[in-house]
């Protein structure tokens, strides 16, 4: 059997979407919006167009959101286009490249929006001389890793589902298993094209555009829409380790889970042995098991090792695995470059092909050095003696950030709108429904829960904390998910850039900054 880390989504299932229905030709809602797009030749879809529930459908079947119109830009001239036409009849506007943002961002977050479909604008291009990799906008990271690997043996740091677009991703963050080693996907832009909400084009790099290329690095949603990422490359490990244990001992009491996680949690610290090759994420699961009527628990370790499998049986699995019970599953394999990233993903393969099903996710940044004994307590007390989990499957992602050698907290905070420098683990919280469950039959009570387990985790903990903005939390307010993304000070500069770049507040969600 294969286990692997972050498989929840597919595990579980998939939905097909609807047949095609409702055709007709010509404007139909919203006509002259329609008119303005169609008389600059500018591509699009309305609700009357025959495969609207192909481009409309949110991958989070939770938040459904129904657009305006989808544009379907082949070219930056098309997005200039489209935005002039949206904010010149009134629309909001938001570019979708992977739409895997959980508040469904990409399609807008609520309904109505012109939603600027970039999946056209997927090449990837690297070039031989300077190793630096050109994105479409559009483009998602199975896609884009390949091309950079196929084209020069190259590898970008990135999340692990090939699905996700570098648009939200690179823009928000970007934490994968590489970044302990190379840093976050925002750290490898170099350099941006982008569209202003007047339509202007522009180049944006440290030299051209400062204020704008600090901007977009954090707060893109708001600021602008990238047409192109020019990115940083590395040369592509020849061998990576992929690395599963499952326990199901470690769940057994609070306790027990609490020494477990502090010896890990030790274990990445020593920097006597671990450095930034090695990276890991602490995984808690939760589900209902239909057959028994109880709870299948498991805590897995899971992570990769760019080395070779003889140094890594050698020096870290005897150190990683003493003082924890025997794992009840594990995998150990070394595979090549891709190999590894594939079976990372959660469909195990790079193509990234849309998952549907609805979810709820929350995050908590735990900065340097990590959680104590009693913040321990408290976030395994909630999942195994707190409220009962409601008919949903539970997944809480312990994602390392820091710990020995790891090159992410090397970042200046300053340099761009991404404050979250000082970060030890990040928790990525996820409840899914099982498959077909729609936002209708998503159990309103368990956002509450897991809104619960993110108060745990922050309740009386010690180190500064925060929330990743990739990881989007729908129950926060606008005020709360500035505070939490950005803070004070990032803020306060962001606002001043809306107000020069967007005064009437075109790129708009429901977290976006306001001038
Ligand atoms: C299954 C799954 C797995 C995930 N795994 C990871 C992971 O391993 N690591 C991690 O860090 N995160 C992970 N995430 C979170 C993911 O990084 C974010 O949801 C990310 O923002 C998605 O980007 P997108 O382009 O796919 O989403 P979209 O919904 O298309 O966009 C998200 C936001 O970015 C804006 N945007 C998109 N493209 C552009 C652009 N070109 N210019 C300007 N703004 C743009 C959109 O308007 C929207 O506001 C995961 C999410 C899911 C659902
Ligand atoms: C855009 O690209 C698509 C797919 O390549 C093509 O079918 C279509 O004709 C193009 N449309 C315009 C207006 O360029
Ligand atoms: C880009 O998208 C088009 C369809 O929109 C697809 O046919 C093509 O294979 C994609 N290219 C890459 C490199 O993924
Ligand atoms: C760190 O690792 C070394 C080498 O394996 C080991 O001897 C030492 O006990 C470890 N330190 C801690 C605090 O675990
Ligand atoms: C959502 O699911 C319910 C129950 O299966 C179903 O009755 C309803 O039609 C669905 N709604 C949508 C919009 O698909
Ligand atoms: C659009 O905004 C940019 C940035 O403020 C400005 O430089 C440019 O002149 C504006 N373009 C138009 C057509 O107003």
């Known amino acids: 059997m294969r286990i692997s880390p972050f498989y929840l989504i597919a595990a579980l299932g ?37 495969d609207w529930e192909l ?92 091309a950079v ?32 080693a190379w840093g976050l996907t925002i750290d490898h832009i ?8 007047n339509g202007t084009e522009t180049r944006v ?28 490359t590395h040369p592509a490990p020849k061998e990576v380790v992929n690395f599963v244990y499952e326990f199901e001992a470690v769940l057994e009491s609070v306790d027990k889970a609490v020494n477990a ?8 610290s020593n920097a006597t042995l671990v450095d930034r090759r090695l990276s890991l994420a602490l995984q808690t699961f939760v589900k209902p098991n239909p057959e028994t009527g109880s709870l299948d628990k498991s805590f897995v370790v899971g992570g990769t090792f760019m080395g070779s499998l003889g140094e890594y049986k050698r020096s870290i699995e005897p150190e990683m695995l003493r003082g924890l019970p025997a794992p009840t599953k594990s995998e150990v ?40 004994r009693a913040a321990l307590e408290r976030y395994f007390g909630y999942i195994l003696e707190g409220p009962p989990l409601p008919p949903v499957a539970l997944q809480s992602n312990m994602e390392l950030w820091g710990g020995a050698d790891g090159q992410i907290n090397f970042v200046p905070t300053t340099g761009a709108a991404f404050p979250h420098r000082n970060v030890f683990w990040t928790a990525h919280n996820l409840v899914q429904a099982p498959p077909d469950v729609n936002a209708t039959g998503f159990p309103p009570e368990a956002v509450t829960y897991l809104s619960g387990l993110r ?32 803070g004070e000070e990032v803020l306060r500069r962001l606002r001043r850039i809306k107000a020069a770049y967007d005064p009437r507040n075109v790129f708009e969600n429901p977290q976006s900054i306001v001038a």
């Open 55 to 146: 481009y409309s459908t949110t991958l989070n079947r939770r938040v459904p959101i129904t657009p305006a119109a989808i544009v379907l830009p082949n070219n930056s001239k098309h997005v200039s286009d489209a935005v002039i036409c949206a904010a010149n009849k009134g629309f909001k506007v938001q570019a979708k490249s992977g739409g895997h943002s959980y508040g469904s961002f990409g399609f807008g977050g609520t309904d109505g929006h012109v939603m600027i479909d970039l999946r056209n604008l997927n090449k990837t291009v690297l070039s031989r001389k300077t190793n630096v990799a050109v994105v479409g906008g559009g483009t998602h990271l199975g896609p884009m890793a390949t």
């Open 261 to 268: 996680f502090t010896r890990l949690q030790d274990f990445v």
């Open 190 to 197: 170099l350099e941006l094209q982008v569209v202003l909400a």
């Open 333 to 372: 394999q070394s595979h090549d470059w891709l190999e590894s990233l594939a079976r990372l993903s959660p469909d195990g393969t790079l193509t990234g092909g849309p998952l549907y099903s609805a979810y709820f996710a929350n995050s908590v940044t735990v900065d340097d050095p990590g959680l104590d």
């Open 455 to 486: 108060n745990a985790i922050l309740d009386g903990l010690e180190v500064n904390s925060a929330a990743y903005p990739n990881l989007v939390d729908t129950t926060l307010t606008r005020q709360e998910a500035h505070q939490l993304y950005y």
């Open 205 to 232: 790099s440290p030299n051209s555009n400062p204020d704008l290329f600090w901007a977009l690095r954090g707060a893109a949603d708001s600021i602008g829409i990238v047409t192109s990422f020019s990115l940083k």
């Open 14 to 50: 998939l939905s097909t979407l609807g047949e095609a229905k409702n055709a007709c030709s010509g404007s139909c809602t919203n006509p002259a919006l329609e008119r303005c797009l169609t008389a600059k030749r500018v591509p699009f879809k309305v609700s009357c167009s025959p």
């Open 149 to 180: 690997h196929a084209q020069g043996k190259r590898a970008i740091s990135h999340g692990i589902c090939g699905g996700v677009g570098i648009g939200g991703h690179a823009t928000h963050g970007g934490w994968g298993f590489t970044s302990r």
